[in-house]
Every structure is written in C-alpha cells, then in structure tokens.
C-alpha cells in the first residue's frame, strides 16, 4: 500500500485549546478511528462519552514529574516516526509493540498567552511544551504516513476528506498539514527565544546589551491583502506575540477591508496620538501617507479635532484619525464632514458608532488601549540579503532634561509648545520641522532632504492653512518650532525666526552649534537643546 492512501486508522490527540475537540474526535469516532489522548484531552474526550485509550497504557509508564514526561516514549514516537512499508522499520515495530499513528492532533502550551499576561518567570517557564513539539516535528517528518492538525481551523477540511475518501487523506494534503506543522513550532520556538532574549536584556545595564547571535521572528497571519503598497504587490497582515495595542489588536467597525497601506498610517497616527496622556488632555493626530499632517491637544476630542485639522485641511482629505480617547458622538460628527479613510480610538461610544456606520467607506477601529509610548521593543525592516533591527523609538525628554543655550530663557507657554512639538517631531519623517502653538500644530515638513527645505515648507503649510481659516497672519506667528536633529547651519534656524517662532527646540551636537545660538539671540529667540535626536526613516 503506497503511503500516500494509507487509511487514518489511529490517531493521538493532545490540544491545550479544546475548541473543536469533541466534535471532532467524535466524528473520528464514527469512521472508525481508535483514540489515543493524554492528561485533561484524554478526561475531556471520556467526559464526552467517547472510548479513549490513555497515552499512559500506550507506554507503560505513568505521567509524571508534573506532566512533564508523558509522550517522551518510542511507542510514540516509534508510532510516528516509523516508515510502515520500510522491512526494517516494521521488524522493529512488532519487536518492541509498537503500533502506527496515522494522525497525530496536537496544538501546544499556551506559550504566548501566558506572556502576554505578564505571568511570573516560573509560570511562563511552566509554559514552555517540549513533548508536542517533539511529536509535531515526528509526524511533520514522517508525512507520507503520518497527518498533524495544528490549527483548530483544519478540524473541518481533514474531516471533509476523510469522509468523502473512506478514511484516507491525499499525500498532498499531509503535506500541507506539514508545512503549517513546522511553521507553528517555528513560531513558537521563536517566542519562546525571544521572552528569553528580552527577559534577559531587561536585567542587564542598557550599556551591556549585545545584540542575540540569531534573532528569531514569527508571526501569525491576520489578514491577507487585497495588495501591497500598490496593485502590482501581493501582501499580508502578521501578527506577533508582542501585545501592543492599535491595529493589531483592534476590532473593525463597519467599512470595507482594511488595505496595506491603511494598515501602515494607522499604525503610525495611533503610535503618535499615544504621546498624549488621556488623562491630561484629549488628543487628535491626523496622518496621510505615514506623516502627522495635523496634530492638537485640547480638553475635549472635538476641539482637539478642529485644531489638527486647521493645520492641513487639505492633505487631511482621504487621512487617518487617531484618537487618545473614547470617541465621542460630537467628534464623530465632525469626523464625517470630510473623507476620512480609518479612523482608531481606544473605544467609541454608540453615537459615534452610529453616526459613522452610515459612511460606508470608513473603517472605524476599536483598539481596546493604548500603546505605551515608553515601552520597550524593537522595530525591524528588512534589506537585500537580510534585516535590520533595532529598540523602539521610546524616548521622551522632559522639561529638567532640557537645556536653555540661548540669553534668554522660554516662557512657560513657549515651553509647553516646544514640548509638545518636539513629541510630534518625532513621529514625522526626517529630516523634521515642526511649528507649533497652543497645543496644536501649525506647520509641519516632512522628509526633506534639507533642514530648510523642511522650515520652509512647513512656514508655507502654515500661511495656507491661516489663509484657508481667514486669519491675517500665518498660524506660525508667535509659535515655537521643533527640530528632529540638529541644525547645521544656522539658515534652517533662521527661515523659522522669518515664519514668526519665538522659541525652538533641537537635539544639539553640530559642530555649528555656537553659530545657530548666535543667530537665536540676535533675534531675540529662545532655544533649548535635548542631546536627544528623533531621526525617522
């Protein structure tokens, strides 16, 4: 018999996740199947009626040390690994009593749940499974004889299958039932590699952290794309064991699909408007292609709104809207006047819910929380022949930490403004100018491949968006401006005094610093320096 219609004839199952299981073994049940089990699987499947062999009288040895030794046998893994039609194999077999496992059913120890809760080192230890990767692996290598359901979802196709060819699965389905196979255990050895790596970082000085030898990345699918970037581009949405939230986490309300690169803004409005304490004001940051085109703290999200807005009501058309708090039905309403492709709030209450249902083309997405901007973790982009890794960006610099270069020192409004755009600089993409004034951002230009190309564009986003508001003078009159780096002439630094800033904040460390503070004072600014810089590429 070739091994490619060999029947399912035994089948070992031993799940964490129980959904499914009984419906499932019982219709094993039906077509003949024998069941094999193990600890809380073998009790739910004899709980529900059914004949179960416990995995125990398959060894001859009980299941021990905590559960820790249970499946760790040749007359399990004999069962698997054991070619039938090999004459060696099968003399081995009758010699030693060990019979043939046709379908091995097997998902593993919560690993990833139990670090997304924060559980204590032990317990997450407790955690890691070694017998079902051990068995998965087994039944993966040995396909043509052997089937392995890792995912609750293939429950129904393999019992599809075997119904309609009387017991038998194609080689062409083992082997894809394979393939996830190795992928899950690879995905939970990465896991597993990366707890230890940061658990092991975090107790170690910043200053004495080395990067791993080898970095493991696994990732769930989420959602496959309509395309990528563009048309031309296949794509797909991963998740990560990281519990983070935003898209990931969120919850689709109403809309079409989310695209590739809806995914990509969220991402970066929701990362930016998580800057914002919720508790201390609301906060609003409008994104369009990865970049803040308007952002605004104020007491409530509706005025936040309108001010982010003002900043660039044109690019804001066809943006996305991030929120630091519950979405209410007053900001919803505005929210509807103009296109807007994705909107994201920690919550929204059933007015909003109700108001923006009735746009067909938004996506309004539930995340649940908020990202920690202070957290650690890393971020990853990928090069030719390899990948480039490095910590989150989570660094935040406070008023104490600032220091004043220039005669004369920034009032308090003036701080709180450059605060506030020194923040949302760092979400814009380098090289950065940000203008800000009262909580709310004036100019911004983005990505430039001079610093003063980005002061000038953000002074002239900032006389438009005061023309499209009919307001005489320009939204950066009085405002103070941000750098994400240093400036390296003073020209950069001199283009925002002529937009009307009165107070500017930058990282510091050119080798022209003295002529940039020189050019602050003879015009009367006030300048604060971080030592911090904020590049994004």
């Known amino acids: 018999m070739s091994s490619a219609t060999r029947p399912v004839r035994r089948a ?18 039906n077509l003949g199947v024998e069941l094999i089990s193990t600890g809380g699987t073998a009790k739910a499947l004899a709980d529900a009626g059914l004949k179960v062999t416990d995995v125990a009288t398959v060894t001859g040895f009980p299941e021990m040390m905590d559960g820790r030794l249970k499946t760790l046998h040749p007359r399990v893994h004999g069962g698997l690994l054991a070619l039938r039609d090999e004459p060696a194999h099968a003399k081995a077999m009758k010699e030693h009593g060990i019979e043939g496992i046709d379908l091995l059913v097997c998902n593993l120890y919560p690993f990833e749940q139990t670090v997304a809760r924060n ?3 032990d317990e997450t230890i407790e955690n890691i499974d070694i017998g079902g990767p051990a068995m998965i692996r087994a039944a993966s290598k040995n396909h043509g004889y052997v089937a392995v359901i890792v995912d609750v979802e293939d429950y129904a196709p393999v019992l599809a299958e075997l119904t309609a060819s009387k ?17 899950r255990t690879a995905a939970y050895d990465a896991a597993i ?13 910043p200053e004495e952290r080395t990067p791993p030898r080898r970095f493991a990345l696994a990732g769930q699918l989420k959602q496959t794309l ?53 508790k201390q004001s609301a906060a609003i940051a409008i994104i369009k292609h990865a970049n803040p085109c308007g952002v605004a703290t104020a007491p409530t999200l509706v005025e936040a709104y309108k001010l982010a807005l003002r900043c660039d009501p044109v690019s804001a058309f066809g943006g996305i809207v991030a929120c630091n708090r519950t979405l209410d039905g007053a900001t919803a309403s505005e929210l509807a006047k103009i296109f807007t492709e994705v909107i994201i709030a920690p ?18 997405l539930i995340a649940h929380g908020l990202p920690d901007p202070n957290a650690p973790g890393m971020t990853l982009r990928t090069v030719s022949g390899g ?4 910590s989150r960006d989570n660094g935040r610099v406070t008023e104490k930490e600032l220091r004043v270069v220039t005669k004369r020192k920034p009032t308090a409004h003036e701080m709180a403004d450059l605060l506030f755009a020194f923040r949302v600089a760092k979400h814009v993409k380098s090289n950065t100018i940000v203008y800000a004034k009262n909580g709310a951002t004036a100019g911004i230009g983005a990505g430039q491949m001079s610093r003063i190309d980005s002061a000038r564009i953000a002074a002239w986003k900032a006389q438009e968006a005061a023309k499209a508001a009919g307001l005489t003078e320009s939204l950066a009159k009085g405002s103070a401006v941000a750098s994400d780096a240093f400036f390296p002439f003073a020209d950069g630094l ?18 022209r610093d003295d002529e940039v503070i020189a050019a602050a004072d003879e015009r009367n600014l006030a300048m604060v320096m971080t030592g911090m810089r904020h590049f994004r590429h």
Do not use: M
């Open 193 to 205: 590699s990366a707890w230890f790596g940061q658990t092991l970082a975090a107790a170690q000085n």
């Open 226 to 278: 309509r395309y990528g970037e563009n048309p031309h581009q296949g794509a797909a949405f991963y998740t990560t064991a990281e519990h983070r939230y935003g898209v990931a986490t969120a919850t689709q309300v109403g809309g079409k699909e989310l695209s590739y690169n809806n995914i990509n803004d969220t991402d970066a409005a929701y990362e930016c408007v998580a800057e914002f304490d919720p």
């Open 12 to 29: 070992l199952l031993s799940v964490s996740d129980k959904t499914g299981l009984v419906d499932f073994a019982k219709a094993l049940a």
């Open 347 to 364: 919550d929204a209450d059933e007015e909003a819910r109700q108001i923006l249902s009735a746009k067909k083309n938004l996506r309004l």
């Open 167 to 183: 017991g038998e699965l194609s080689l062409a389905t083992k082997k894809s039932l394979a393939a996830k196979a190795y992928a």
């Open 387 to 390: 990948f480039l890794l490095q």
């Open 119 to 121: 559980a204590p080192f």
């Open 494 to 511: 001199i283009a925002a005094a002529e937009a009307g800033a009165t107070a500017v904040i930058q990282p510091g460390g050119s080798i």
